[in-house]
């Protein structure tokens, strides 16, 4: 295991990222708000390249108290991971599919030190 | 950024954006092309049954070979005044034709493409489609239109027939001579069968034609008698008969799904649905029993669902039926059926649906290129229950045995 220095926190905006590569290994490293992340640029699902894929925030469903919808909207606090391959979408916090838990991206430690963005490999 | 430089075996690959429509095919794909290689595909024969060639970005030029002059000139005239902002004349898709991309997270599926296309030397078409093929480790790739696979849809049968002769001349004079890899199966202009013969007479013999399609997305009774002398020039020559599923938002229970996945979900597969029973009810396979009858596009989940529901109302009303000799269902497994998109959340049900339909000896691979759900070869290579002949069988051998072109 070791640490690979990534770039500068301040150098990466909310929802930037940065792709790295070891060999054959794959990683995209995320700054989502105030957190960073890091997982392999491989898609559970057929192989796709996932880390290559959008930001996006959530899409919420609004009801009222008589259970009608009354329309759907972007969350202003939870973003996912989009495969362009085919749209599987994953929650930054889990690594999971946010339509079924059982299907997760691989996930990476990643730390912030003194600045400076690392991703434990 | 030091320190990375300390690390010189970590780079930064491919930028640090997203991919989007103006992304390399080869960049979109890199990852198949790591299985291709992983998995050993090059040592398969694959055969993509189903790819899509995106007719809209050349409408211009395909225009340009519809025969009636009137018609011709229509779809022309929006060509000549782009200022007026005009959309393609003639060109009929319905709803949900631009929503395939889910809001531009599904990037290569938008019909627009602004990939860089380097290769001058063949039409710009081509380009795109043989990175894909040499990214997935494809040697045969069958191309159909997109748009056009609703041209069924068309209240004028002179549109219908026009822009279907109008697409095959475009096909085999300017993109097919691109690749020989590249086939197609021309569409049939279904809406008049005298048509239809005259298109089995003039690209029956093409080499890159390897058979024939019905636009699903209709509602011309398949078993109408106008139709046998289509069927029957199709058995006599050898040529595979496919029905191309689609959708078709307009359709009246359709309409109350508001969704385009709810209405992509039940309107690719009841299209074929209904053919396939008008087929197999109507005993076209006991009329024409050498003719190899293909179903493109709507998964196989539906299959083994229909096979139970015909058989068990069949020997109620057996009387309803009488040219069967059989069992609905032991028709629909002498029939063939692309894979995509392979429902397979469920393993055992796949399993179970392979069995059904014979899947080592009936199933054929079609990835459905570029769109949002399609699907690499890899999907059959993976599966635990599939012997390794029946892979082969699947991906490519199936198809070389039905299609004499390959």
């Known amino acids: ?121 | 950024m030091d320190e990375a430089r300390d690390v010189p075996e970590f780079r930064s690959f491919g930028g640090n954006e997203p991919l989007s429509t103006e992304s390399d095919t080869r960049e979109m794909l890199r990852n198949a092309a790591k299985y291709r290689d992983q998995k050993k595909l090059n040592d398969y024969f694959i055969v993509d049954l189903d790819t899509h060639h995106i007719e809209t970005g050349s409408w211009n030029e395909i225009v340009e070979f519809i025969e009636d002059p009137i018609l011709r000139e229509e779809a022309l005239s929006a060509k000549r005044k782009p200022e007026s902002r005009l959309g393609p004349v003639l060109f009929h898709a319905n709803g949900g034709m631009f929503s395939q991309s889910v809001s531009g997270r599904i990037p290569h599926s938008n019909l627009a493409s602004g990939e860089p296309r380097d290769d001058l030397s063949v039409h710009g078409d081509v380009v795109p489609l043989r990175r894909a093929m040499d990214s997935f480790g494809i040697d045969r790739m069958v191309m159909f239109p997109n748009a056009l696979l609703q041209v069924g849809t068309h209240p004028n049968v002179k549109v219908e027939v026009n822009l279907a002769f109008a697409y095959a001349k475009f096909m085999t004079e300017v993109v097919l001579p691109g690749d020989p890899r590249l086939k197609t199966m021309a569409l049939l202009p279904f809406s008049d069968p005298d048509a239809c013969v005259r298109m089995i007479d003039m690209y029956g013999d093409h080499p890159s034609v390897i058979g024939f399609t019905i636009t699903s997305v209709r509602h011309n009774p398949v078993h109408d008698n106008k139709y046998m002398r289509v069927y029957r020039m199709l058995e006599e020559r050898g040529l595979p008969l496919s029905f191309h599923a689609g959708y078709n938002w307009q359709d009246g229970y359709l309409r109350q799904l508001d969704k385009f996945l709810t209405m992509h979900a039940i309107s690719f597969v009841l299209c074929n649905m209904v053919h396939m029973t008008n087929w197999v009810m109507h005993g076209l396979s006991e009329r024409f029993p050498k003719l190899n009858v293909v179903w493109i596009e709507s998964g196989l989940a539906y299959v083994p669902f229909l096979m139970q529901r015909l058989d068990n109302e069949y020997l109620m009303r057996q009387s309803e039926a009488p040219l069967l000799k059989r069992l609905p269902s032991e028709y629909i497994k002498e029939m063939f059926h692309c894979c995509q998109p392979m429902e397979r959340t469920n393993l055992k049900l796949l399993e179970a649906t392979f069995e059904a339909i014979n899947a080592e000896s009936q199933l054929l691979f079609s990835s459905d290129w570029p769109h949002w759900d399609f699907d690499s070869p890899s999907i059959i290579t993976d599966l635990p229950f599939v012997s390794e002949q029946g892979k082969r069988n699947i991906l490519g051998e199936n198809a070389r045995r039905i299609y004499k072109k390959l």
């Open chain 1, 1 to 121: 295991m070791k640490d690979i220095y990534v770039d500068d926190f301040d150098k990466l905006k909310h929802g930037e990222r940065r792709l790295i590569t070891n060999g054959r290994l794959e990683i995209g490293v995320f700054r989502v708000k105030d957190a960073i992340h890091a997982f392999l640029n491989v898609c559970p699902h057929q192989g796709g390249p996932v880390c290559q894929g959008r930001v996006m925030p959530r899409v919420e469903e609004h009801l009222s108290d008589d259970m009608k919808s009354v329309g759907m909207s972007f969350s202003d606090d939870e973003f996912h991971l989009v495969c362009p391959w085919h749209g599987y979408e994953f929650k930054f916090q889990t690594a999971s599919h946010v339509g079924s838990s059982s299907i997760s991206i691989r996930r990476y430690a990643t730390k912030v030190v003194e600045g400076r963005v690392y991703v434990s490999v």
